[in-house]
């Protein structure tokens, strides 16, 4: 499982990847995570299993939705907080219905 975190410069998404493999690897869970940029997304989106948007992207939402749909892609546009999750288990638990398919309200 390959998620995409994406964000504008690709920093505070590195952030966010790096705390979610950690949070993952704690709980035995099999994923890769990775940063992207606003950019680089039209090019890296192929390459996810899930798409996660930093917080300040989600009026970028329809955009992404439109590039990911030839792959039906998840997208989920992460909370405001999502920078105060230092160890990854908040942002996990929010991936983790993604993981085994279930719908989520959070991606629309």
Known sequence: MRIL??????ASSTFVAMRLRRAAQSQGIALHAV??????????????????????????MPRVHAQSAHRS???????DDVFS?????????????????????LNA
């Open 85 to 105: 999750d230092l160890d990854g288990t908040r942002t996990l638990d929010l991936v983790r219905p993604l993981l085994s398919g279930a719908p989520t309200a």
């Open 73 to 79: 892609v998840p997208v989920l546009a992460l909370p």
């Open 35 to 60: 940063a992207g940029t606003r950019e680089s997304l039209p090019i890296d989106i192929d390459s996810a299993d899930i798409l996660l948007l930093g917080p300040h992207l989600r009026d970028e």
């Open 5 to 10: 975190v994406v964000c504008s410069a690709g």
